[in-house]
């Protein structure tokens, strides 16, 4: 069992690796900075016109490992495409008429411009 102070040390990595990437995230997010610069330590604190909870290390895993694998698969069909599209995977959980929606934060800017050009004809068509 480990001692009182492997423990702590433990929550502490966790803690300061978990701040890093959610700083990591709000950069790629491109979200402003707060009044002051001050950096919150909470995802809710953000100055954001959208609510974020960034999740890291093992606990997300296993979402990355099923998104690499639906971005690999479509990759046999992105070689066949002459321009390269960013790619978004969708998990559609049974017995909910919803969904997740899940890209990688480097492709969003691409990912959200193709969304609103496909919403844009989508509407232009009357559907």
Do not use: H
């Not at 069992?1 to 700083?23: A, C, D, V």
């Not at 974020?52 to 971005?71: C, L, M």
């Not at 909910?96 to 509407?123: K, P």
């Amino acid at each position: 069992m480990p001692s009182k102070e492997e423990i702590r040390k433990s929550n502490s990595f966790n803690r300061n690796n978990g701040r890093s990437k959610q700083e990591i995230a709000r950069k790629l997010l491109k979200v402003p900075d707060n009044v002051g610069g001050r950096t919150p330590a909470d995802e809710e604190d953000w100055n954001s016109k959208v609510l974020f909870e960034v999740k890291s290390g093992k606990q997300v895993d296993p979402i990355a490992t099923k998104f690499y694998n639906a971005e690999s698969q479509s990759q046999e069909f992105q070689d066949l495409w002459k321009e390269k599209k960013p790619f978004s995977m969708i998990a559609m959980p049974n017995g909910t008429g919803d969904g997740l929606f899940i890209c990688r934060l480097s492709e969003l800017q691409d990912v959200v411009a193709g969304l609103l050009s496909n919403w844009e004809e989508y509407n232009e068509k009357g559907e």
